[in-house]
């Protein structure tokens, strides 16, 4: 991975990184990144494991970017520190060094519109080597014989994942990783994924895009106003999320059905139909359904879109003086390819 100087085009390349790693907050803030004056992550500790797939998970301006950009070593942490590989982030030379064994897929990449899309690609092979960027361009197909300026936002993402992995990569960093690809070269990307997963690559990515975090990862951590707010592996969040059921019956559902502890939810369609999502005892539930007769039963594992806005509910809940009495919080910890620990 290279920077450029500041603000100088590479050769017939990506566009300059600034040379030097962004711009370093004000002091005194823990464990954090300060810009401007606003503290885009705060108190955040977590690590990612050799060979695992880590998706990192949050809205926009969550500071997911932010925390990419402190690892990769553009920003500087006003406290704690953060390492990559190994490498310290505040060490130059030794990040320097790791960063050939990192790939990155940034959410947002400028490349010279002039150039086409081989001369990009062989100006990062100068700088990084290249192993398999002709299987990549076949897996991908990325139009690399046109000039960038003619790329459509699918075409610069296509080139952008060549370029991640093409020095086959022990690590690598994706923010947004599928923005811009059409549908069946998501598919092809979750595929592609799976392999490298199975060779033993690490992968760290940020998306807001639910269905391909629950499909590729193994871990997520949960990120909001920069705190860490959950940190579990897919499976746990799922169990932990209930089911969601939806049931239609012959009688009259009155306003009191199925209104035990753990129901969550709540849509109904029609006198004799509703749905929830479920928590709860399921001896409880079951005792409620043979109260009235049932036509149709549909159990099924909670969306994760709804794990994710229901835990969001509950944090602002606390937040707001609900359990804890209007304490925000405490964010989980833990440690990612860069740690933020005193």
């Given amino acids: ?44 500790s ?19 970017t932010t925390t990419i950009r402190t690892l990769l070593g553009f920003l500087s942490p006003t406290s704690g520190s953060a390492s990559v590989l190994g490498a310290d982030v ?54 690399v014989e046109r000039r960038v300026e003619e790329y459509s936002t699918g075409n610069k993402r296509k080139l952008g994942l060549v370029l991640a992995f ?24 979750y595929d592609f994924l799976a392999d490298e997963k199975a060779r033993g690559v690490t992968v760290f990515f940020s998306s807001h895009v639910l269905a391909e975090v629950r499909r590729v990862c193994d871990r997520v951590g949960i990120l909001r106003d920069g705190r860490l707010v959950a940190l579990e592996d897919v499976e746990t969040l799922l169990d932990r999320s209930g089911k ?5 019956t012959a009688d009259t559902l009155d306003a009191d059905a199925f209104a035990l502890d753990g129901v969550h939810d709540r849509e109904r369609y029609d006198e004799r139909e509703l ?9 409880a539930l079951l005792t409620e359904l043979t109260r009235h007769s049932v036509v149709d039963l549909d159990v099924r594992e909670a969306p994760l879109e709804d794990v994710f806005m229901r835990f969001y509910g509950e944090v602002d809940a606390g937040e707001n003086g609900g359990e804890g009495e209007g304490e ?10 860069g740690e933020f620990d005193d």
């Avoid at 991975?1 to 803030?29: A, C, E, K, V």
């Avoid at 064994?101 to 086409?116: F, I, K, N, Q, W």
């Avoid at 960093?173 to 549908?183: H, I, N, Q, R, S």
């Avoid at 749905?275 to 001896?283: C, I, Q, R």
């Fill in 1 to 44: 991975m290279q920077r450029g100087r500041r603000g100088q085009r590479g050769r017939r390349g990506q566009r300059g990184q600034r040379g030097r790693r962004g711009q370093r907050g004000r002091r005194g803030q823990r464990d954090g990144e300060e810009t401007s004056g606003t503290l885009a992550v705060d108190d955040l």
């Fill in 46 to 64: 977590f690590s990612v494991e050799s060979g695992e797939v880590f998706g990192y998970l949050g809205p926009n301006g969550a500071g997911k």
């Fill in 90 to 143: 505040t060490d130059e030379s030794a990040l320097l060094e790791v960063k050939r064994r990192v790939g990155y897929l940034p959410s947002e990449v400028e490349y010279d519109p002039d150039a086409t899309g081989r001369e990009i690609i062989d100006y990062h092979a100068a700088l990084k080597g290249d192993v398999r960027s002709e299987a990549l361009l076949e897996l991908f197909d990325a139009p």
């Fill in 166 to 189: 093409m020095h086959d990569p022990e690590l690598v960093v994706m923010d947004e990783p599928t923005a811009g690809l059409d549908p069946l070269m998501q598919e092809r990307f």
């Fill in 244 to 248: 969601r059921v939806r049931v239609r």
């Fill in 275 to 283: 749905a929830f999502t479920f928590t709860g005892e399921y001896d």
């Fill in 328 to 337: 925000s919080p405490r964010p989980q910890t833990a440690t990612a390819g």
